[in-house]
C-alpha cells in the first residue's frame, strides 16, 4: 500500500484506481485491483435481499447516492468493505477505493473476493482480479492451507493438448460479446481423463480452481534459492455437473458475435459429486 502504483487517479480526481499485492504462500502473491469513476448521475436497482430487481431501475444525482430516501435501492457493482473499526459497508467503487486507500494497512491478513476477468489486449491475453468485497480478518482464528487463491469461471471447452485445457470465455463488455481464447492447467490425470470421456467440444461448464502466481524456489544451505521464472496460471480442480451444456455451440457461433446474453443457467445445487465436484 506505500506503493506510489497502489494508489492512482486521474482527470481532476473523476478516476481512480486500487491495486495491491496479496501474499498467499512464502513465495506466491497475486495482485488484485479495482477502478472506480464519477458520475452526474447512477443507476441503482430496486433490492431483492442480496439480489437487485434489473427491471426496477432508477437514476439519481452522484450527490444523493447515499441518501435515505434511496435506501430500498442500491448500485450493482457496489462493494462490500469491513475494514474500519470492524464495520461492514457497501460502497460505490470510487468510494471504495477512497476507504481502501485510507484504511488498509501492509501486513493486514484479509479475505477478499470478486471477479476474475480475462482480456484480450494486442494479442495477449491478461488476467484481472476485480475487488468485490475486501475484509480485515486480523481477528480471524481460521487455520489456512498453504492454497489461499481460488478461482471460478465459466469456460466453453473446446480440446485437451498436453495437459492443458483450451476454453474460449464469453464476456459482455461494453455492452457487446467477447470471446476470448485461454488456456488453462490441470495437474490431476484422472481428471483430465475425465474431461476427455465426458466432455464434449463446445460444451459450456463452470469450472473452479487455484490461482497459481509464484516464483519457484529451493532451498540451498538455510537460504531460500530462487531456481525459475515467475508462473502465472490458473490450475483447474474441479467443477459443477449440473453446469454442464453439451456441444452447446457451433464452431461458427464461437467465431463471431452470434452468442446473445450471458449463455450460462443459473447452477443448481448438486450433493452427488465426485472427487473433483463433478
Request: overall charge negative; aromatic content about 10%; charged content about 30%.
Amino acid at each position: 500500500m506505500t506503493s506510489d502504483k497502489a494508489y492512482t487517479e486521474g482527470d481532476n480526481g473523476t478516476w481512480n484506481r486500487i491495486q495491491f499485492g496479496v501474499k498467499v504462500s512464502s513465495n506466491s502473491i497475486v495482485y488484485v485491483e479495482l477502478m472506480g469513476s464519477k458520475q452526474d448521475r447512477v443507476k441503482m436497482y430496486k433490492k431483492i435481499g442480496k439480489r437487485v430487481d434489473k427491471d426496477d431501475s432508477i437514476t439519481v444525482p452522484w450527490s444523493d447516492r447515499y441518501s435515505e430516501k434511496y435506501s430500498s435501492y442500491k448500485n450493482s457493482f457496489n462493494v462490500r468493505l469491513n475494514i474500519n473499526e470492524n464495520r461492514e459497508t457497501s460502497l460505490f467503487p470510487y468510494d471504495s477505493i477512497k476507504s481502501i486507500h485510507e484504511n488498509l494497512r501492509d501486513g493486514t491478513i484479509v479475505l477478499v473476493k470478486g471477479s476474475l476477468q480475462i482480456d484480450e489486449y494486442k494479442d495477449k491475453v491478461q488476467e484481472k482480479f476485480v475487488i468485490k468485497e475486501l475484509y480485515d480478518c486480523e481477528s480471524s482464528e481460521d487455520n489456512h492451507s498453504n492454497e489461499e487463491a481460488y478461482f471460478n469461471q465459466e469456460i466453453v471447452y473446446l480440446s485437451i493438448n498436453d495437459g492443458k485445457i483450451q476454453t474460449k470465455l464469453i464476456y459482455r463488455k461494453h455492452g457487446d460479446i467477447e470471446i476470448v481464447p485461454y488456456e488453462f492447467n490441470v495437474k490431476d490425470d484422472e481428471l483430465l481423463n475425465y474431461f476427455k470421456e465426458n466432455i464434449q467440444p463446445n460444451s459450456t461448464l463452470r469450472v473452479h480452481g487455484a490461482i497459481k502466481h509464484y516464483v519457484p524456489t529451493e532451498t540451498i544451505e538455510g537460504h531460500e534459492i530462487i531456481t525459475g521464472s515467475a508462473v502465472k496460471e490458473l490450475v483447474i480442480t474441479g467443477g459443477s455437473t449440473n453446469s454442464i451444456v453439451q456441444s452447446r455451440y457451433s464452431n461458427e457461433d464461437l467465431e463471431d458475435s452470434r452468442i446473445m446474453g450471458s449463455p450460462f443457467e443459473e447452477e443448481k445445487h448438486d450433493e452427488k459429486v465426485n472427487q473433483w465436484g463433478f
